[in-house]
Each structure stands twice: as C-alpha cells, then as structure tokens.
C-alpha cells in the first residue's frame, strides 16, 4: 500500500524546512496515514475542502495513487479499492517488518498482508491487533526520516485513537510489539476509561471500549484545523456528517467526529476562534 512512498520521499523540498528533519527513522512512531476507498474523486475533493489538504498524483504498479500535503509537507495518501469499505489506515514505522509481523501473529493478531518488498520504497504488512483493528506495519528504505509538520498544526496528524472491544485487554498488545507505555488515564463515566498513550517521551494517543458506530473495532485519526467551527461547517457543506462534538478536552482543544460522504469515519482537532 505504501508504494507511493516513493513519491513521497521525492517530494520533499529541498529549501530548509521550519521542521528541521530526523536524523533517524520514526520508530514505533506513526508515520503516514492511508485512505482507502472506492470512490478517490469525490474522497480527495472532500478532504481538501474540510480540512484544507492539496494533493499530487502518484502511481504504483496497480494504478494511480493521491499524496496529500500540508504546505509543503507530505503527510498521506488515498488508494482506490473497490471492493472494501471505506477507511483510514495508521502506519507505524519499524526497524524490522517481519520481526513485528511475527509477533502479531505470535499474540494472536492476524496478517491480512505478510511481509512485502516495494522496490525503493520500502517493505510493509498490514495486519491486526487481537481484537481486529486494522494498521501497517512500514520500515521505508531511506535511512531519515522526512520531516513533518509542526504538532498540531493544519493538515497534521493530531491525535490517534484505537476504539476497541476491549481497551485494557489489548494495551499490552501494543505495549510489547511497540514499547509505547500509560500516560494519562481519563475516566469517562459510563464509557469507561479513556488510556492515553505514546512514547516514554510523550503521548501521541488514546485507547478506549467500545467502537460504535463501526462494525468492528478500528483507529481513528485527528487531523489538525485551525478553526474547529469553521471545520464542522465545511463537513455538513461538503456532504459528510457529524457524529460528535465539536467537544473541548484537556489542553483548551476541541474534537469532533465524523463520516465522509463515502462512509469513511475521521476526526478533526482544533481552537475555536
């Protein structure tokens, strides 16, 4: 899936960045993010309009594929596929692919793609927590990593959070494959308790029970805006709907989730201005 990876390395800018880049790859890190849907016309035109991407086309050995941008920075992709439902998909950079697919499947976790070489790109799987969420496991053929726009920023990858049967169960799942480790645990009434989680460093994440509205459990990722009214009125204009929020949680932000016209759920994070 990430054969657009390519693409992506070649786009960067050769002028000095306001991020400057890593002197190493992002391990354990989230690294780019995935649409797939069947319908990549109307998806790519929606998400410029809301949460203000441009785009560039790539192509791979089966067919064209979406980069978006925020500013100058590629921060991820869309690829059509017809015959599955639409969703976004976190990639999460490793230093060895096939070590961590052996141990999803060694913690009862499922592969649904084994271990594959894209010629100067790199090399990924897709697999499955224990529970059934669905990600990627990457490790890019370049020895740095790209750099990436500031925290938080428009058009970033804010915030990633695992909606699953059973939050506490699969913590550990994450904790052995990735060393992510607890931050903050914030309790949330009826719904439980809501984990977050990243780096020894920092947290990048959160992790809760329950995954209505989909099928199955999932990861939803929050993409930053600038302006989270402003964000929810280009959602409704633009054919989507909201499920939730906007809500303000702790640090003065605001959230709200929601469905792309295709049935592609995401979330937004921003101020209100």
């Not at 308790?193 to 460093?201: A, C, E, L």
């Not at 990861?219 to 989507?240: K, M, P, S, T």
Request: contains cysteine; charged residues 15%; negative net charge.
């Amino acid at each position: 899936m990430i054969r657009s990876w390519n693409a992506f390395v070649s786009a960067l800018p050769d002028a000095p960045l306001s991020t400057p880049p890593l002197e190493t790859p992002m391990v354990n890190d989230l690294c780019w993010f995935e649409l797939v849907t069947p319908v990549t016309e109307a998806a790519g035109a929606f998400y410029k309009a809301v949460v203000g991407w441009t785009d560039e086309m790539s192509s791979g050995p089966n067919g064209p594929y979406t980069i978006f941008k925020a500013g100058e920075h590629p921060v991820g992709g869309m690829l059509r596929m017809a015959d599955m439902p639409p969703a976004w998909l976190a990639y999460v950079a490793v230093d060895d692919v096939d070590a961590h697919a052996g141990k999803v499947k060694a913690a009862g976790g499922q592969i649904h793609q084994p271990p594959l070489d894209i010629p100067q790109v790199g090399r990924f799987a897709v697999v499955a927590d224990p529970q059934g969420a669905a990600f990627i496991l990457f490790r890019a053929s370049v020895d740095q990593a790209p750099p990436r726009p500031a925290p938080m920023a428009p058009g970033s990858l804010g915030w990633a959070e695992l909606h699953a049967a059973d939050g506490e169960a699969v913590f550990p799942f994450y904790a052995d494959l990735f060393g992510w480790v607890r931050h903050d645990a914030i309790p949330m009434g009826e719904m439980g308790v809501y984990q977050t989680f990243g780096s020894p460093q920092e947290a990048f994440g959160g992790m809760m029970t329950g995954h209505q509205p989909a099928p199955r459990p999932y990861w939803l990722l929050y993409f930053g805006v600038e302006d989270i009214d402003a964000a929810q009125a280009r959602v409704e204009a633009n054919g989507g709907r909201m499920l939730m929020g906007p809500t303000e949680v702790p640090g003065g932000a605001f959230v709200l989730n929601a469905m792309d016209p295709q049935g592609g759920l995401f979330a937004l994070l921003g101020p209100k201005l």
